[in-house]
């Protein structure tokens, strides 16, 4: 008997052990029948159906299992006492109840792959997923892009050195990896060095503003005589202050201030002075792209 007879023979055992216990005693399994329950079933089954089979048969059939199926006229007189017109008919009701039965676990088995698969398919892009990190650097005082400048930066990685990367014309970067976090350092000679941690998200041209360091500038311009480029650097100045800006410089453990004037305050920012080296920008007040308002301390 190949798998599906098995199965079906199975079948027909049951619904025999089914239909004596309808009107009989015996044991609920059927391999388990002996001696008067066997004798029973013979009774029942010559009782409707007007058959019989032997002791031996019972044995060989049902008490063992054997290597191949009754003859046909054994399964039609089984299958007509559990109330089938014959084998074909019990075998084909047990045959598509068996084919729905595997239908339905093929059909739980594609819902279950429809839930997971996205599930598996989420997880397996989280892992495998890169973030593309974009930076574009600002003056913080100029407001505008530090193109002119090329800028350096030192990509932090625990464990590992430095990987190093530079701005490109526009003053941006990018830098695609897996982590979720970013930490690097930004350095010119024209800007004061600083570190910068930015978590990630899908937000493109991350903006970092950066102080200058004037003094490094005006030393350049001053060492080189390069007068056209510190002049232009005073006109720049000169239209992101307003003329009635409020410029303050406050003092360590003092209440004391001094009051700026725009033109005094761009003099003191474009002489390389002892003072502008030390000079740390406060804090600063923009309105309609000029500032109105800024505080600054000299250490």
Not at 46 to 66: D, P
Not at 227 to 232: A, D, F, N, R, V
């Amino acid at each position: 008997m190949n798998l599906e007879e098995k199965h079906i023979f199975s079948k027909l055992k049951l619904a025999i052990t089914q239909k004596l216990l309808e009107s009989n005693s015996a044991p609920q399994t059927i391999e388990d029948w002996k001696g008067d329950d066997i004798i029973a079933f013979q009774e029942d089954l010559f009782s409707n159906v007007k058959g019989r089979v032997s002791e031996k048969w019972f044995y060989t059939y049902i008490k063992h299992e054997a290597e191949k199926l009754p003859r046909i006229d054994i399964l039609n007189l089984l299958s007509k006492y559990v109330g089938y017109q014959n084998w074909t008919a019990f075998k084909a009701e047990y045959t598509i109840e068996n084919k729905t039965h595997k239908s339905k676990k093929s059909n739980k088995n594609l819902i279950w792959l429809i839930v997971i698969a996205p599930c598996i398919l989420l997880a397996f892009s989280m892992l495998n997923s890169k973030n593309d990190y974009q930076f574009c650097f600002y003056d913080s005082i100029k407001n505008e892009p530090i193109g002119s400048v090329i800028l350096n930066i030192k990509i932090l990685k625990d464990g590992q050195s430095p990987i190093h990367k530079t701005t490109d014309s526009l003053g941006c970067f990018n830098y695609v990896t897996k982590d979720k976090e970013l930490k690097f350092i930004v350095e010119s000679p024209y800007y004061k060095t600083d570190t910068i941690v930015r978590q990630f998200n899908s937000e493109k041209n991350k903006i970092v503003k950066l102080v200058a360091d004037d003094y490094a500038l005006m030393l350049n311009y001053y060492t080189n005589k390069n007068i056209s480029e510190w002049k232009t650097h005073r006109e720049k100045l000169n239209t992101i202050f307003n003329d009635n800006a409020e410029i303050y410089q406050l003092f360590k453990n003092s209440n004391t201030i001094e009051l700026y004037t725009k033109r005094e305050f761009i003099q003191k920012l474009t002489i390389p002075t002892r003072s502008l080296r030390g000079m740390e920008i406060l804090d600063k007040t923009i309105v309609d792209g000029k500032i109105v308002k800024l505080k600054f301390i000299i250490h």
